[in-house]
């Protein structure tokens, strides 16, 4: 079946831009993860949506970052006003549900200038 | 709070060579322990995963992962290293009970020398 999907893949944007990254999970997953790729930082944790209940958000590394999962299914994770230390690849990962296995998407490259 | 240590930042072997590839990890409660594979410009794959049960965790691609309560280990191996098993490999660590969230180690590149 379908795997977990990005996009867009790459994006340039201008600091102080605002952008938006898009996650479709697997179908019938009810567990959805944001986590961000950064030469400085590694592999981090941004925000986790599980079914109907609160997400949470204790990841994000700011309130300019910010997501909502409509449907409980995709998901969208905005970024305002970006800036250069935003430059990292944005992964989206589902799983069934808590404990289950993550299945990553191939990320989303978000270059800041 | 959890975390997880995986020394250096590279590791290369020759082709049919051991390749051992060390994670240690810190958690106040019993951990989920994971071993992700990334090959260039693709996301993320799973090769094994312990949870509860045997310590000896068999993955895919012939990997293979033992959990060590004693030593707070969960060094990754495989008896004989072919060429496309270079890719970096990050080591996780999730808690019970909680929900679930991966925290990764910094990665470790694998290169195999032919």
């Known amino acids: 079946g379908a795997g977990v999907s990005q996009s867009p893949s790459n994006k340039v944007t201008e600091k102080g831009k605002d952008v938006e990254l898009r996650c479709d999970p697997i179908?019938?997953?009810?567990?959805l993860y944001w986590y961000r790729q950064s030469l400085g930082q590694g592999l981090e944790f941004l925000i986790y949506?599980?079914?109907?209940?609160?997400?949470?958000k204790s990841g994000l590394p700011s309130d300019r970052f910010s997501a909502e999962r409509t449907g409980g299914s995709v998901s969208t994770l905005t970024i305002q006003r970006t800036q250069q230390e935003d430059s990292a690849v944005y992964l989206c990962a589902s799983s069934r549900g808590q404990v289950e296995t993550q299945y990553f998407g191939p990320g989303t490259r978000l270059l800041v200038l | 709070a959890q975390s997880v240590t995986q020394l250096g930042s590279h590791v290369s072997v020759s082709e049919g060579a051991l390749v051992l590839l060390r994670c240690n990890y810190s958690s106040s409660v019993p951990p989920y322990l994971f071993w992700y594979v990334q090959y260039p410009n693709q996301g993320l794959q799973l090769l094994l995963k312990?949870?509860?049960?045997?310590?000896l965790v068999k993955g895919i691609n012939g990997f293979e992962a033992e959990f060590k309560k004693s030593e707070t280990s969960f060094h990754l191996t495989k008896p004989s290293a072919h060429m496309s098993d270079a890719a970096e490999y990050f080591c996780?660590?999730?808690?019970?009970?909680?929900?679930?969230?991966?925290?990764f180690g910094k990665g470790i590149t694998l290169s195999v020398r032919p």
């Open positions: 179908s019938g997953h009810t567990a």
């Open positions: 996780a660590v999730s808690l019970t009970g909680a929900n679930s969230k991966l925290t």
């Open positions: 312990y949870t509860t049960g045997a310590t």
């Open positions: 949506f599980q079914g109907n209940s609160a997400p949470d």
